[in-house]
């Protein structure tokens, strides 16, 4: 079965704790994204990578850190620098960066902070 | 400066054709246009995109205006499992890494 996994569902963060969200996908596709989503609103971009070993931070992407060591994986940590890390967080990939293309999502992780 | 516009919510009642526009006035030539959809917290669906022509697939058609400046999702016949929030994006050419969305409409379908 080929897709996009997320884990875990659902992360619990200490204040002044970084913690790291898992993105893996068995799809060959050569760009991967991270979005976080707040009740009620819409998806923004976070970092995004086009292929291994580079990636480019997207709007919203003080607070985190991302790493593109393998097509993949691309894991994404929430570092205490962050201030609301509490969100939704959706993972994406895209099979080439070219036009017609349609991006994949996984399920989700839901990250809380304590 | 927003790529689309959405509005921000629309009902339709069940059995009925859900038309969801999208404004996208600012479009390049070489962008599509996607739609999406996301129902409470699960990770959006791809629905349907297009260049200029009119597509249709099993979940959904797509009316994209000859300026190519807005289009139309259309859910020929919605039911209850169609409530979720659409999001309409556009990407292609010189935009196509950075993959932005807006705030989407929430659709509900009502008995």
């Known amino acids: 079965d080929g897709g996009i996994t997320q884990s875990p569902k659902y992360l619990f963060r200490k204040e002044g704790q970084n913690v790291t969200l898992s993105c893996e996908q068995n799809?060959?596709?050569?760009?991967m994204y991270w979005y976080r989503q707040d009740p009620g609103q819409g998806l923004r971009l976070i970092y995004y990578?086009?292929?291994?070993?580079?990636?480019q931070k997207g709007d919203i992407a003080e607070g985190y850190s991302v790493s593109r060591e393998k097509k993949e994986s691309f894991p994404l940590t929430v570092t205490s620098a962050q201030k609301n890390p509490t969100a939704f967080y959706l993972c994406a990939s895209l099979p080439t960066a070219g036009v017609g293309e349609t991006q994949y999502f996984g399920p989700g992780t839901r990250l809380l902070v304590l | 400066d927003a790529k689309t516009t959405q509005p921000p919510s629309m009902d339709c009642a069940e059995g009925r054709a859900a038309n969801l526009p999208c404004n996208h006035s600012?479009?390049?030539?070489?962008?599509?246009v996607y739609w999406y959809r996301q129902i409470h917290s699960q990770g959006p669906q791809y629905i349907i995109h297009?260049?200029?022509n009119n597509e249709t697939n099993e979940m959904a058609s797509l009316i994209i205006t000859e300026d190519r400046k807005s289009s139309t999702l259309i859910l020929p016949h919605a039911t209850l499992r169609d409530t979720a929030v659409y999001y309409c994006n556009r990407a292609g050419g010189t935009s196509y890494g950075k993959l932005t969305f807006g705030q989407g409409t929430i659709l509900t379908v009502h008995p």
């Open positions: 799809l060959n596709h050569d760009a």
């Open positions: 600012t479009i390049s030539g070489n962008e599509y």
């Open positions: 297009g260049l200029k």
């Open positions: 990578s086009q292929i291994v070993n580079d990636f």
